[in-house]
């Protein structure tokens, strides 16, 4: 479609560029004490956003010139960008740790970063995927190191860009060899000239892969790219903290899951069956393995850690590694799986996350021994803290358990093949049950007990445990509807 008449199906991104231009005129406005009101602004423009995509047409096409795909799968991902940014703004607004700074260019950042993810979640040209990692990286290298007055929060934002511009630059070395053998920048093109390659060409479309591999491992935080992960999270403000371990996660899975089944695999006629890799390339396996690693790294590192912070840091990891299990199915099974983890880890998580930032206003850390006593000195925050642990364990009847009844059907689903694999992840879900009662067991078994509850003063602290709670508790038993949209959201744009 040319660029004139793609603008008719390019609503959303236009109207999220409208909302970032009007956050920089009103953060020049406002002084400031009410700079935290471009918050306000900008919420109002997803809002827009998201009604934007609600009434589009989901029918799948193609936008300038074959470079942005609009179908179902995108418009999923961009809702999950767009619920994750906001809750973030809003827990933004409560966090002590930013009341310090100017923050009306903090929300901008986050709108420019949340056009970024849509970019990403939709890209569908090999120059539109580094564009929009581009786009988001940068603006997350300025969110990391926002605290300017805290050393860590400098020194996160350091470690972020050397990571990233050199992650950056192994995947556009492993685009461009695959530009190189292909003469294209367009995936469906890419897929037609890699099967017409011979066996000569695979050793160069392996160190392709693999290159590639690299910059979206990074994204996701897949082992071996997550260095960067423990200590960026740790020094961030903990909203972006939070913000980092979903948003990104989505796009980036979004992402890998275009590239690889339309770059690297065919799909068949019957949509029920499985995709196949072409002439024979063992990406399928090699991902196999990193999410294996992932998940196994994450967790035994997770244990060890005295922060809870830097343990849900640790642990975000390896929910990448539990989500990576399905990629290698290259089923309409296992896209579901991690599109109905990734909305369950949504809430989860970020509650998870947000908990953390209330204890360490009110009291002053993120260690263990911080949530020591809190069961009875903060009930309104505690309970929804133990669901948080358990739904993240993967128990029921929580959401995290339905999240991972999905990735492991779709790897049991695929055959003997991947059995292996399932068997480790069931392993690491066990480890995982070790750290995530261990909060709970600070909060109710440990420290003095205490006739005063705390209760928290504002009704937005409230509002977002309310939010991020509810749906942790119901979706574990009642997410039929979720499973309905996901479903018909996980058709793609297959090229014309």
Wanted: no cysteine.
């Amino acid at each position: 479609m040319s660029n004139l008449n793609s603008l008719a199906f390019f609503w959303p991104e236009l109207l999220l560029s409208v909302t970032i231009l009007v956050a920089i005129i009103a953060d020049l406005i406002y002084v400031k004490k009410d700079s935290f009101k471009v918050a306000f602004w900008s919420l109002g423009g997803m809002f827009l956003t998201y009604i934007a995509i609600r009434i589009q047409s989901v029918e799948p096409t193609s936008l300038f010139m074959d470079t942005v795909a609009h179908d179902p799968f995108s418009q999923f991902f961009k809702i999950l960008i767009l619920i994750s940014t906001a809750v973030v703004m809003l827990m933004s607004l409560v966090s002590a740790e930013l009341k310090k700074y100017r923050i009306g260019e903090y929300f901008t950042i986050m709108t420019i970063m949340t056009f970024g993810l849509f970019l990403m979640s939709s890209s569908i040209d090999i120059l539109m995927v580094y564009l929009s990692i581009e786009i988001v990286s940068i603006m997350s290298f300025f969110l990391a190191g926002y605290l300017k007055r805290n050393s860590l929060s400098n020194e996160a934002s350091l470690k972020y860009v050397i990571y990233g511009a050199f992650s950056s630059g192994i995947m556009l070395y492993g685009l461009s060899i695959l530009f190189g053998l292909t003469g294209t920048t367009k995936f469906f093109e890419m897929q037609k000239a890699i099967s017409m390659l011979g066996p000569d060409s695979n050793v160069a479309l392996i160190l392709s892969a693999v290159f590639i591999l690299v910059g979206f491992g990074y994204k996701i935080s897949a082992v071996p790219f997550h260095f960067w992960t423990p200590d960026v999270y740790e020094g961030s403000p903990a909203t972006i903290t939070a913000y980092l371990s979903i948003a990104p996660k989505a796009a980036g899975f979004a992402l890998m899951l275009r590239f690889f089944n339309q770059v690297f695999g065919t799909m068949p006629e019957n949509a029920s069956a499985s995709w196949s890799a072409i002439n024979g390339l063992p990406w399928p396996e090699l991902i196999a393995v990193l999410s294996a690693a992932t998940m196994t790294l994450g967790n035994l590192v997770a244990i060890q850690q005295s922060s809870v912070k830097r343990m849900l840091a640790y642990s975000s990891i390896a929910h990448a590694g539990y989500m990576m299990m399905a990629l290698p199915m290259m089923s309409n099974s296992s896209i579901e799986g991690i599109m109905m983890y990734l909305t369950m880890y949504l809430f989860m998580n970020l509650g998870a996350f947000f908990v953390v930032i209330y204890v360490n206003d009110q009291i002053g850390g993120e260690e263990f021994s911080s949530f020591d006593g809190l069961g009875w000195k903060m009930p309104y925050v505690a309970i929804p803290m133990t669901l948080f642990m358990v739904a993240l364990t993967g128990l029921p009847p929580t959401a995290g358990f339905v999240g991972k009844f999905y990735i492991f059907a779709a790897v049991i689903e695929s055959g003997s093949k991947f059995y292996w694999l399932a068997f480790v992840g069931a392993i690491n879900s066990v480890i995982s049950l070790y750290y995530y009662i261990r909060v709970v067991k600070h909060m109710y078994l440990l420290g003095e007990r205490s006739d005063e509850f705390i209760n928290p003063s504002s009704k937005l602290v409230l509002g977002i445990l309310l939010v991020l709670a509810v749906p942790s508790f119901v979706l574990g038993w009642y997410f039929s509807p979720v499973a309905e949209w996901i479903s018909k959201s996980t058709v793609m744009f297959q090229g014309l």
